[in-house]
């Protein structure tokens, strides 16, 4: 019998070498308790949080929590059921309502997580003999939405206007065309140009979607992403998002001004064949976006802390992802995995959390730190971060 494992055997055998290295598994770190949206204990030692995601800080705050408790009172722990079927409580329309005001858009859809929306929605719009024009870079589950739904794909060189406008002008006249893009490509934390390729994908007469899952909440004036800072959020069909990020809870949406949008609750497989999610997450989902729409102290402050950190590690001698602090991830570059691995290790045992990013999910082969702001992290916070960079850098050699 083929053993359906074998094509995993370099994988396994690399991650064999790196643990009989003797470092702590970065794949497998345990929290054991969380005490802030920046501060828990990890493998048993309290950290400082620098690779959560949770950009906003909204996983403790005191309105989102107890809109939390009150739905598991009010409607109990689960739904049993699809949307399409017993699924839809009153939380889940609030949800997508929350959402239509935060976007000032007509239609909201929500998905029981961001992976799904992108699947869901991808997949739905873009079939047989149609085209998908996409960055290189982008995330898995754009491209496994690219795949479901059987598309054409064509990628193009990450962030390159350019490449972009040669896949579309190759495409035949009358086919479907869709260009995705995503507004913060979370491994170097980078931004796209999209009123520029917005510009060119209207040219050739192609749909937008764009994924803005690292930068809502945070970027833009109301935090309602790239394309509402290069002000082309109006001519974006579609904006597929997560509440995992910023929302600061689970789950995935897409929002729309596409008049025929409601159709899809009828025709996307991942919306109609998966449960939904529990009333208590849309009840934190959508305050938490109700107060996201008054963020505006917080996306200042969590701006200030990109700055810093990115300045100080600059200084300290580390190579970025990023010239300058384009988002609040700030990707460190490390030489391999075996020394990105000690890097990770002696960060952890400073006591502080980074995500250890490697091949094949990062771009041209690199292994990355990668660390992920949020609007809670104090000043104070982001200099002792510093410090835990400096001290671990030096001790494993990268500076």
Aim: glycine share 10%; hydrophobic share 40%.
């Amino acid at each position: 019998m083929t053993d359906l494992f074998s094509k995993f055997d370099p994988l396994i055998q690399q991650r064999e070498a790196l643990l009989a290295s003797g470092v702590e598994d970065p794949f497998n770190l345990v929290m054991e308790k969380v005490l802030s949206p920046t501060r828990a204990i990890c493998n048993g030692r309290e950290t400082i949080l620098l690779g959560t995601y949770n950009y906003m800080g909204m996983t403790f705050d005191p309105d989102v929590i107890q809109a939390g408790k009150d739905a598991l009172d009010n409607f109990g722990a689960g739904t049993t059921g699809s949307r399409v079927l017993n699924g839809t409580y009153q939380g889940h329309k609030e949800c997508e309502e929350a959402l239509k005001d935060f976007y000032g858009m007509d239609h909201a859809m929500v998905f029981s997580t961001g992976y799904q929306a992108n699947l869901g929605i991808i997949s739905t719009i873009a079939g047989k003999d149609d085209y998908i024009v996409l960055d290189i870079d982008s995330h898995a589950s754009i491209w496994d939405g690219c795949s479901l739904g059987n598309a054409q794909i064509v990628p193009f060189k990450h962030n390159d206007i350019d490449a972009m406008g040669k896949r579309l002008r190759r495409i035949p006249e009358g086919a479907g065309k869709l260009v995705v893009l995503e507004g913060v490509y979370s491994m170097l934390g980078d931004i796209a140009p999209l009123k520029d390729m917005i510009a060119v994908a209207r040219k050739y007469d192609a749909m937008v979607l764009v994924d803005e899952a690292h930068s809502m909440g945070f970027i833009g004036p109301n935090g309602r992403g790239v394309a509402e800072e290069q002000g082309v959020l109006d001519q974006v069909d579609f904006v597929i998002g997560t509440f995992s990020k910023s929302v600061g809870t689970v789950g995935g949406f897409c929002v729309s001004n596409h008049p025929k949008f409601e159709i899809m609750r009828l025709v996307c497989r991942p919306y109609v064949f998966t449960a939904s999610l529990p009333p208590s997450v849309v009840a934190t989902a959508a305050t938490s976006i109700r107060k996201l729409m008054h963020g505006g102290a917080k996306r200042a402050h969590l701006w200030e802390n990109s700055r810093t950190l990115h300045g100080g590690l600059k200084a300290l001698g580390f190579e970025l992802g990023t010239g300058e602090p384009q988002s609040a991830i700030i990707a460190v570059i490390m030489p391999d995995l075996e020394r990105g691995a000690a890097m990770w290790e002696a960060l952890l045992k400073e006591g502080l959390y980074v995500n250890l990013a490697r091949p094949p999910a990062t771009p041209a082969n690199m292994t990355l730190l990668r660390c992920s702001l949020c609007a809670e992290h104090s000043a104070e916070q982001v200099q002792t971060i510093l410090g835990m960079f400096e001290r671990a850098g030096k001790a494993v050699g990268i500076v």
